[in-house]
Structures are given as structure tokens and as C-alpha cells.
């Protein structure tokens, strides 16, 4: 009863008709809605109470069957959300920002400041990202600022009230130095739980660029993944899709920026002492060649441990 309970508490944290989330790009998780007073004119005393539902039902440990965005679990244990985090947010800004980290800026002049534009009720409005923003060109002396400032304002700035109002009463019931001890992957799942994922569900609902189902690196990547303990392929599942959520229906439901978007492996001829790199928007991780069984098993434990933990450049 206390499960079930739970349960339909979360269904109704999400639902569209009170305005509070909104789905992500890929449609698996949620996201504060930053026009949630809209919405709702009670919308903060609304966010506080859905941050002591989730509170109880981690105290209680029982398991909800919501995902939140990245972002939003890295807010609860404390860490500032990165450029990687943004995927889900606002991908085609992700995207842009990425390019920009390889970018030039003495070779090739953007016409940015540290301003951007936002909607507001309809009309368009320019906000500085620093205290006279609008005065500072962006340049190769400024740009890691420039990427993080316009991380936190996707992020945090514009659902600031929103966040603090549901981490208040998710507090008030798990205190902010115990949520600090977990990781925001680790925070997911002792939310949410762990997931029960069906290895050879995955596989037949995978598509592959590069590589075929008997290329070597395939075969020893499925090798690797059916020997992974549950909490290990609850990572892969996170760093592939930037959830754990196995889709209802199993893996030929995945969600993913376009619509039902399949699991797939693109073969990368890079480096093969480079991690492999996830695209979240479209569940893809872009695998090496690598030259043996052994350095692919290596590669993917290191990439699904902590190589999701965002860029080192922001």
C-alpha cells in the first residue's frame, strides 16, 4: 500500500495538468518548468511538497518510478551542472557550446557577449550573464566562463525559485549533508531504484554505424555488458541515455530527441586510449576501435563509472 502510494504520488508530481515539470528533450526525464507560476499560482508551495514526497519515499526506501534530469540530481548532492548535463536541457545549445570549446576565437570572431535573449510572457528580453555583460566580448580568454555562465543560466538561473522551493522540502526530510554523500547517478537510483534491464532486450533493439554484429569490439562490448553486475548496467544505461529508466515495453520503446530512437553504437577511428563518448539525446555512445577484449572492458567501466561526470574544460 505504502509503494502504491508512493507511486500515484509521483505520477501526479509530473503531471502536465498542475505545470510543475516538463519532459526533457528525449522524453525520459523531467525537468522543472520555468514558467511553472503560469502555470500554477501556488507553484513553489507545490514544488516544496513534491520535494518531501521524494524525501519520504527515500527515507521509507521505496521506490519511485520518476526520472529527473541530470541537473536536477546534481542540484540535490550539491554539484553545479555541467556543459554535459545540458543534452537534455536544450540540445541544440549543447551542441553550439561543444563547438565552441574547439574553437579559435582569435581566428574566428562570433559577435558574442556575456548577454543572451530569453521569452518572457511572450516578449523578448537581453539578460546579462555577469554584471555588465553586454560590455564584454567573448574570446579564447573567456569563453570556458562564457559556456559555464550559459550553463547556469539553462540550468539554474531560470528555474532558480523553483529548485530551491523542491530541494527545501526535500531537506527538510533527507538532510542536505547526508545527500551530499552520493554521486547524482547514485542519487537517481536511490530514488528511483535499480532498474531490471534485460541485456538481450538491448542488444536485438540496437542499431550499430560502422560496425556490424560481428565486428570484434560489438561482440566483446556484449560480453562486457552480460557480465556486469545490475549496478554496473544501471550505469551504462545512465551514461547512454542519461537515465536508468528501462522505456514500459522494453528497449524498442526508447525515447531519445526524435521521437522512439533505438540504442546504437557508432565506431569512432580515434585514439584507442580514448574513453567512449555518450550522446544522450539520441542513446548513442560512439565506441573505439579498440585493439583487444581487454582494453574495451577497461575503456567502458572507466567511461560508465566516471566518464559522465561532464567536461574537464567547464
Known amino acids: 500500500l505504502t509503494r ?26 523531467f525537468q522543472p518548468n520555468p514558467s511553472s507560476a503560469v502555470c500554477n499560482a501556488e507553484h513553489l508551495a507545490f514544488f516544496r511538497f513534491a520535494g518531501r514526497v521524494v524525501g519520504l519515499a527515500v527515507r521509507h526506501e521505496v521506490s519511485m518510478d520518476v526520472h529527473f534530469t541530470r541537473s536536477l540530481y546534481r542540484h540535490l548532492v550539491g554539484v553545479e551542472p555541467g556543459l554535459v548535463d545540458l543534452q537534455s536541457i536544450d540540445p541544440d545549445m549543447f551542441k553550439s557550446l561543444e563547438q565552441m570549446i574547439h574553437m579559435d576565437l582569435d581566428e574566428i570572431d562570433l559577435g558574442l557577449d556575456f548577454t543572451m535573449t530569453q521569452e518572457r510572457l511572450g516578449v523578448m528580453e537581453t539578460v546579462e550573464l555577469i554584471p555588465g555583460g553586454k560590455d564584454v566580448l567573448v574570446d579564447n580568454t573567456n569563453k570556458k566562463e562564457y559556456i559555464r555562465k550559459r550553463c547556469e543560466f539553462a540550468m539554474t538561473t531560470t528555474i532558480r525559485t523553483q529548485l530551491v522551493a523542491f530541494m527545501t522540502g526535500f531537506y ?14 547514485e542519487m537517481e537510483l536511490v530514488i528511483s531504484g535499480m532498474p531490471d ?18 565486428s570484434p569490439q560489438i561482440r566483446w562490448f556484449w560480453e562486457v555488458v552480460a557480465g556486469m553486475s545490475k549496478q554496473d548496467k544501471a550505469n551504462l544505461l545512465q551514461f547512454a541515455t542519461g537515465a536508468s529508466k528501462v522505456p514500459p515495453g522494453g528497449f524498442s520503446n526508447l525515447e531519445g530527441l526524435s521521437g ?3 540504442f546504437g553504437i557508432t565506431r569512432v577511428d580515434t585514439d584507442p586510449t580514448m574513453l567512449p563518448v555518450a550522446h544522450t539525446c539520441f542513446n548513442r555512445i560512439d565506441l573505439p576501435a579498440y585493439p583487444s577484449a581487454e582494453v574495451l572492458r577497461e575503456k567502458v567501466m572507466v567511461a560508465i563509472t566516471y566518464g559522465a561526470k561532464g567536461f574537464s574544460l567547464v
Not at 502510494?5 to 501526479?12: H, S
Not at 503531471?15 to 528533450?25: H, K
Not at 527538510?172 to 547517478?185: C, D, G, K, N, Q
Request: net charge negative.
Open 197 to 214: 534491464i534485460d541485456v538481450e532486450d538491448l542488444r536485438v533493439n540496437t542499431e550499430y554505424q560502422g560496425y556490424n554484429p560481428s
Open 4 to 29: 502504491e502510494w508512493f507511486q500515484l504520488l509521483g505520477d501526479e508530481i509530473v503531471n502536465p495538468n498542475y505545470g510543475l515539470f516538463i519532459n526533457s528533450s528525449e522524453g525520459m526525464t
Open 172 to 185: 527538510e526530510i533527507i538532510p542536505r549533508r547526508l545527500a551530499s554523500v552520493f554521486t547524482e547517478h
Open 260 to 262: 522512439k530512437t533505438k
